[in-house]
């Protein structure tokens, strides 16, 4: 079944307990939270104190996208705050079993993420100790950006690795995810479609989200 997953980066920061009540209430399943710091990715945005700010607001699971160099350093916080899911970059990460087990050791769900230039295979190897895939359809720094399309034959890939191990895993892909481009994931193998833009740009987001549903086949 689709999820639809928010991202918050694209919400009025002003007031992020509304926003974040009102994707809830239109149906969203996760809430995806963009973690920048103006070295791995060209933004600076969230960090541990805005998570917890908004924890108590919702009941659905918290997606912490660390887009950071040295997310061990992090982690803990992150988890602390009430992260339930945390996923960290590849690109970043020398020793990426240590990662995703000290993520684990923190209590939250562990993801990888790859950006849209690198290759599937790099994270073929940690598929068995993840709990999510998490596959860049932009260059992560901003949101209201075009889908790459070359990205899809990755969640193929991914996919097709999962079906052959057996492996429990979600896939999740993110940015410029709308109406024209969130069937081509949701074909190839998604599970769960970060929406910004899409979501948040709109005024009614009951209606956004259903929108990207329908189109994504899910259609309830
Ligand atoms: O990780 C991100 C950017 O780094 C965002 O989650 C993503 O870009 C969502 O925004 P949009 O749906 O507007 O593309």
Redesign the pocket.
Known sequence: MTKIAP?I??ADFAQLSKEIRDVEEGGADYI?V?VMDGHF?PNITIGPLIVDAIRPHTSLPLDV?L?IENPDQYIPAFAEAGASIITVHQEVIPHLHRTIQLIKDSGAKAGVVINPATPVEMVRDILNDVDLVLL?T?N??????SFIPQVVHKIEQIDAWRKANQLNLEIEA????NRDTIRQCTDAGADVL?????IFKQADRKQAISNLLQASERGD
Do not use: N, R, T, Y
């Open positions: 991202s980066l694209s995806h963009d990715v996208h887009m860049m932009v992560p720094g901003f949101g209201g950006q993110d940015g410029g995810i970060v929406a910004g833009s899409a």
